[in-house]
């Protein structure tokens, strides 16, 4: 039936995430379709993959993000279906809605989804309304800063300002009073309006017009954990586990774990309880990810946004239930309903591993001239380079992800230890030396840590 309904297969990404896509596609028996610029010619999953297309230049909006050359290659080529990955295209309801009128099977949840739980601002009212617990915040946009000063002061010191689209922690800070709050608020307002104008370049339509800012309750000492979530045709929602986010550079996640250390069986069962309604809410189909902030004190949880899509950390929920998500969304994809029982077995670290400096985290690209990975038993490399490939300074610098699998957390912490130690990159800047700090930090070691971790690393070697 898969072949029937969705083969040939069009990955429209790069890197690390189309390779791994590539090899649960053609596990399937489906021929795997690639996507590339000109930058990405000499990549593994290029090669790997049963035909490639090239779709422009390195410049990713006359490319990756150009939706009309994707759907060109995928008519090219035969393509029934499109799956989007992560990043990119993937969060846009418009070329969703572009996929779907070409006749073709679009891999993720319907565009009305995406649409819905694209602007934060209507997600946290959608969510609430669902009876699932927000923080404090604003439920219309803030579109100046004198209605944003008013709205801090109604929730209180400290809150959080982000823009009401867009993702990855860019225009996301923390303002403790009014005078951080006008500095946040232009930050925000900049990246906002930076978002809205890729996103109609894109596509998106109208979906946010404007520099459209959303005002939380900022939670001291957070947890940022997600439940991983499956929609299937028939209707019903089922949630494979939570995921630890909580150590992050600039507001971007850099490492996650499974199970988290820092919640209790009570609170992660009401939490998965909440993120079955939340998918409910929206009528989810295929894989998403709410994504919510936990007070470890309080041992309570609030929503924070829902990703409609694959997310970078898939693979710790992999390495602990047996699944294997790629194929879950290929399955509701295709109108299955597979029958999941989700069972968690020991514990899953992933590192992820970037061309960036370690110490300020600045991206790093250059040409990479030595690249070893590690193996053994738990060892898990989703990479998108091998040596003699050149990181470009167009897209992320996201290399590869280093995932670890253990009995315990104790023993998954060892074997990380050893996998990022046989890890070699030779040629740009890269991370792991930072991963090999964090493997010695206390507060990672116990499990007591929280979203200001990689922060306080930071200003101890200052």
């Given at each position: 039936?898969?072949?029937?309904?969705?083969?040939?297969?069009?990955?429209?990404?790069?890197?690390?995430?189309?390779?791994?896509?590539?090899?649960?596609?053609?596990?399937?028996?489906?021929?795997?379709?690639?996507?590339?610029?000109?930058?990405?010619?000499?990549?593994?999953?290029?090669?790997?993959?049963?035909?490639?297309?090239?779709?422009?230049?390195?410049?990713?909006?006359?490319?990756?993000?150009?939706?009309?050359?994707?759907?060109?290659?995928?008519?090219?080529?035969?393509?029934?279906?499109?799956?989007?990955?992560?990043?990119?295209?993937?969060?846009?309801?418009?070329?969703?809605?572009?996929?779907?009128?070409?006749?073709?099977?679009?891999?993720?949840?319907?565009?009305?989804?995406?649409?819905?739980?694209?602007?934060?601002?209507?997600?946290?009212?959608?969510?609430?309304?669902?009876?699932?617990?927000?923080?404090?915040?604003?439920?219309?946009?803030?579109?100046?800063?004198?209605?944003?000063?008013?709205?801090?002061?109604?929730?209180?010191?400290?809150?959080?300002?982000?823009?009401?689209?867009?993702?990855?922690?860019?225009?996301?800070?923390?303002?403790?009073?009014?005078?951080?709050?006008?500095?946040?608020?232009?930050?925000?307002?900049?990246?906002?309006?930076?978002?809205?104008?890729?996103?109609?370049?894109?596509?998106?339509?109208?979906?946010?017009?404007?520099?459209?800012?959303?005002?939380?309750?900022?939670?001291?000492?957070?947890?940022?954990?997600?439940?991983?979530?499956?929609?299937?045709?028939?209707?019903?929602?089922?949630?494979?586990?939570?995921?630890?986010?909580?150590?992050?550079?600039?507001?971007?996640?850099?490492?996650?774990?499974?199970p988290s250390p820092g919640i209790t069986p009570e609170l992660r069962e009401r939490m998965l309880a909440a993120a079955v309604r939340a998918g409910e809410a929206v009528g989810y189909l295929g894989a998403g990810t709410v994504e919510c902030l936990v007070d470890a004190d309080a041992q309570d949880f609030v929503f924070l946004e829902m990703n409609t899509r694959l997310q970078v950390e898939h693979p710790v929920t992999e390495l602990v239930t047996g699944l294997d998500l790629v194929e879950l969304q290929l399955r509701v994809a295709a109108g299955e309903s597979p029958e999941i029982t989700p069972e968690v077995s020991g514990h899953a670290i992933e590192f992820r591993v970037y061309a960036e400096d370690p110490k300020r985290f600045f991206p790093g690209p250059g040409k990479i001239t030595a690249w070893t990975e590690p193996a053994g038993d738990g060892v898990r490399v989703d990479s998108g380079y091998e040596s003699g490939n050149t990181v470009t300074p167009f897209y992320d610098p996201l290399m590869a992800k280093l995932c670890v699998h253990g009995a315990t957390r104790a023993e998954a912490l060892e074997r990380a230890r050893e996998a990022v130690a046989g890890f070699t990159v030779e040629g740009p800047k890269n991370n792991l030396p930072f991963c090999a700090e964090l493997l010695d930090n206390d507060e990672f070691v116990t499990g007591d840590y929280d979203t200001g971790l990689v922060g306080r690393m930071r200003a101890k070697r200052a």
């Open positions: 039936m898969l072949n029937e309904t969705l083969g040939p297969v069009l990955i429209a990404n790069r890197g690390e995430i189309a390779r791994r896509i590539i090899r649960t596609v053609q596990r399937l028996g489906l021929r795997a379709i690639a996507v590339h610029s000109e930058a990405d010619a000499d990549l593994p999953y290029v090669r790997e993959a049963d035909e490639a297309v090239l779709i422009g230049p390195a410049n990713p909006a006359q490319s990756y993000l150009d939706p009309v050359k994707v759907l060109e290659a995928a008519r090219a080529t035969g393509a029934r279906a499109i799956h989007p990955g992560y990043g990119f295209l993937a969060e846009n309801a418009g070329f969703a809605e572009a996929v779907i009128a070409a006749g073709m099977v679009w891999i993720g949840p319907a565009p009305e989804a995406i649409d819905r739980m694209g602007d934060k601002i209507n997600a946290r009212n959608l969510m609430e309304d669902a009876g699932v617990p927000v923080a404090a915040g604003t439920r219309e946009p803030v579109t100046d800063l004198g209605l944003a000063m008013t709205a801090a002061k109604e929730i209180g010191y400290p809150v959080m300002v982000k823009t009401a689209g867009g993702g990855g922690g860019i225009g996301m800070s923390v303002a403790h009073d009014d005078d951080e709050l006008a500095k946040a608020f232009d930050q925000a307002s900049r990246a906002a309006l930076r978002f809205a104008a890729a996103a109609a370049a894109g596509g998106a339509g109208d979906v946010l017009a404007g520099p459209a800012i959303l005002l939380e309750r900022y939670i001291e000492r957070a947890r940022h954990v997600e439940v991983q979530i499956l929609g299937r045709p028939d209707g019903t929602v089922v949630a494979l586990g939570e995921r630890d986010c909580s150590v992050q550079r600039r507001h971007q996640k850099v490492v996650e774990e499974t």
